[in-house]
């Protein structure tokens, strides 16, 4: 017998000629069946790993927990941050089950819509649970998507964002947050479907269901039609929760239709609940973003329905000053920087408030009107041996000229 047929392996003792293959080391020898069970055992260990890492990386609290940090950086809308938090939170307790479990029982992702006017925090909202999950976040613009081959986005471009967001740790991405904003400007423009191509409308709408469902999607890291020659990124939806955001400007209309709200006849003023004429996107339904023009499928993969209260002069009053990273905070920070005291009086407060309400500017209408505001101090200032800066009500009244609000509100 040769020597080469003595060979045998180091770790299960299988001649040569019982093996398909037997690779040699300088001391040891291992063959094909044992390279595969050590290559099982590797691959297990990774898993638990990898689930271990999850645990530790993902930062998981109680609901209550998470609306207290809401409330830290948003002032108002309860019932968004409430519902925000418990789906969240049921979200992430599936991504933490065992998967060996044979458990019967699947849990279904929490994907959320959230209906409200611009300004009012749709995004802000996602921003900060984001923050707080210490997961990757991208936000995206549906208005760029269009069905794929025509020109514009593809959808699968959404998951590149978060790729990069995620430093393409792909494991990472996986159990990132997307925020999908202007959900609303792909609603289909008539009731019934298209019969023609429909291309930055109901067609996206198709092209997300998969992606919002859970389905393993092919990513160009770099935006395919740029680089074409580049390789795919295979990325798993099922795992990524979906916020949607949109205006839906005009959806009170189905609202108030579906509310009979111009009901005549005697029985017309014997409704026991009164309707908040107001705020009607407190009574929204699924049902009325049918209408709007959603597909049903896509809500149906939206279970979670939210909105965004109108902001009151109390409310962005509250805004200026209260949350971590109030706008007033901000200035004061960047003031101090300088070595300037600043302070704001009750008076100058007030006054852009009114001016945000009057001009219909929103939480982002605040940040202009402060810019307008302090601009002309923030160039003196840091040249200047001045070391206070105080604005009263006057001074804003002088600064906000007719000519500035009406550049505000054109921008708006």
Do not use: W
Request: hydrophobic share 40%; net charge negative; glycine share 6%.
């Amino acid at each position: 017998m040769s020597k080469e047929e003595n060979l045998e392996c180091s770790f299960c003792g299988r001649k040569k000629a019982e093996t398909d293959l037997l690779i040699a080391g300088m001391d040891a020898h291992i063959c094909d069946k044992c390279i595969e069970q050590a290559h099982g055992i590797v691959e297990e260990e990774i898993s638990d790993a990898k689930s271990n890492d999850l645990s530790k990386d993902l930062t998981l609290k109680k609901p209550k927990e998470i609306k207290e940090f809401l409330d830290q950086y948003i002032i108002g809308q309860v019932e968004t941050k409430k519902a925000m938090s418990v789906a969240v939170y049921n979200h992430y307790k599936r991504l933490l089950q065992s998967k060996d479990e044979k458990d019967e029982v699947e849990i279904e992702k929490s994907n959320i819509v959230l209906v409200g006017e611009t300004g009012t925090g749709k995004t802000l909202v996602a921003k900060t649970i984001a923050r707080m999950l210490n997961v990757p976040f991208a936000i995206v613009d549906a208005t760029v998507l269009t069905q794929a081959g025509y020109v514009g986005e593809d959808v699968e471009s959404i998951l590149s964002k978060l790729l990069q967001a995620a430093d393409y740790d792909v494991e990472k991405a996986q159990r990132g947050i997307i925020f999908i904003d202007e959900i609303d400007k792909i609603a289909r423009k008539g009731d019934n479907p298209s019969i023609t191509r429909d291309v930055s409308g109901e067609g996206v709408q198709q092209a997300l269901l998969k992606l919002l469902e859970g389905t393993v999607v092919n990513v160009a890291p770099k935006g395919g039609r740029k680089h074409p020659e580049q390789k795919f990124i295979e990325v798993d939806t099922k795992e990524i929760l979906f916020i949607a955001g949109g205006a839906f400007s005009g959806i009170e209309r189905f609202i108030s239709k579906r509310l009979n709200m111009q009901a005549v006849g005697f029985g017309a003023s014997l409704d026991d609940d009164k309707v908040d004429e107001e705020n009607l996107l407190q009574y929204i339904i699924p049902s009325d973003l049918k209408a709007f023009g959603l597909i049903p499928e896509i809500i149906g993969r939206l279970p979670v329905l939210s909105y965004m209260n109108p902001l009151d002069a109390k409310t962005l009053r509250a805004i200026l000053t209260e949350p971590k990273n109030a706008i007033i905070k901000q200035y004061s920070k960047l003031f101090t920087m300088d070595d300037v005291a600043f302070t704001i009086t009750e008076g100058a407060l007030n006054y852009i408030v009114d001016k945000a309400v009057e001009y219909k500017l929103g939480a982002r209408g605040l940040r202009s009107l402060c810019e307008a505001i302090f601009t002309d101090a923030m160039f003196d200032l840091p040249s200047s041996d001045e070391k206070e800066f105080k604005v009263t009500k006057i001074y804003a009244e002088a600064k906000l000229t007719k000519t500035a609000l009406k550049k505000l509100r054109a921008a708006s």
